[in-house]
């Protein structure tokens, strides 16, 4: 089936830098990837939209100058957290897919901030 | 108050019993429903769709009452392979849209 390859699977950075995580969609093509963020013992929860060709579009909350969304072609969705601080630390994952019965997951990056 | 919601356990039961998971959804303009499995850091897995209907799926049994906006699994004759967190999940439109999962639910099977 379909997949969506998610890189890299864990990074540890410094404060202050920043952290590029991919998405490609495999197999299909994804106009919208949405990106979720896990704390421990939490819920995934979505942080935005990303669509093709356009702006993403960010959920309540989430700073967009600071998680910078790109979904320049139908294969490639990025993930930039800038200026990382350790409350960034959390799980990141993205899916996309062409209906909601065929939603897709990237396997998902664990970001560690020191 | 949250747009879907679920016990958040921890559930420890013994392996081969049946266990009953509820969640609700707070949009009742929401159209799909799922339940998926997670284990520890790893990508949500889908576990079944829910159906009005109701449906079933080897040991996983899923219903929706879209009346009172609740959605059930219940798993029989649990496996130690079954412990993981179960997260419901809702999405408003019929095609690809965000899901908006609960905060999950943990199950232990002890042998």
């Known amino acids: 089936g379909a997949v969506v390859s998610q890189h890299p699977s864990w990074v540890i950075c410094k404060s202050g830098t920043s952290v590029k995580i991919e998405c490609r969609s495999l197999d299909f093509q994804a106009t919208t990837m949405f990106w979720y963020r896990q704390f421990p013992k939490q819920s995934l929860m979505l942080m935005a939209t990303?669509?093709?060709?356009?702006?993403?579009?960010?959920e309540q909350g989430v700073e967009k100058d600071k998680f910078l969304i790109n979904h320049a072609s139908l294969t490639l969705s990025t993930l930039t957290v800038t200026s990382a601080h350790p409350e960034d630390s959390s799980f990141y994952i993205c899916?996309?897919?062409?209906?909601?019965?065929?939603?897709?997951f990237g396997s998902g990056t664990q970001l560690s901030v020191l | 108050r949250k747009e879907v919601e679920q016990d958040p356990g921890p559930f420890n039961v013994p392996e081969g019993a049946t266990v009953a998971f509820n969640c609700t959804y707070s949009?009742?303009?929401?159209?799909?429903f799922f339940w998926y499995r997670q284990d520890c850091r790893k990508e949500p897995k889908l576990l079944m769709s829910v159906y009005s209907s109701g449906n079933e799926d080897g040991r996983f049994t899923a219903q929706l009452n879209r009346a009172s906006q609740y959605i059930s699994l219940l798993i029989r004759d649990s496996k130690l392979s079954d412990s993981a967190t179960y997260l419901c999940a809702v999405t408003l439109y019929s095609s690809a849209s965000k899901i908006i999962f609960g905060s999950g639910t943990r199950l232990s099977i002890r042998p």
């Open positions: 949009n009742s303009a929401s159209q799909s």
């Open positions: 990303s669509n093709e060709g356009s702006k993403a579009t960010y």
């Open positions: 899916s996309g897919g062409t209906t909601n019965e065929k939603l897709f």
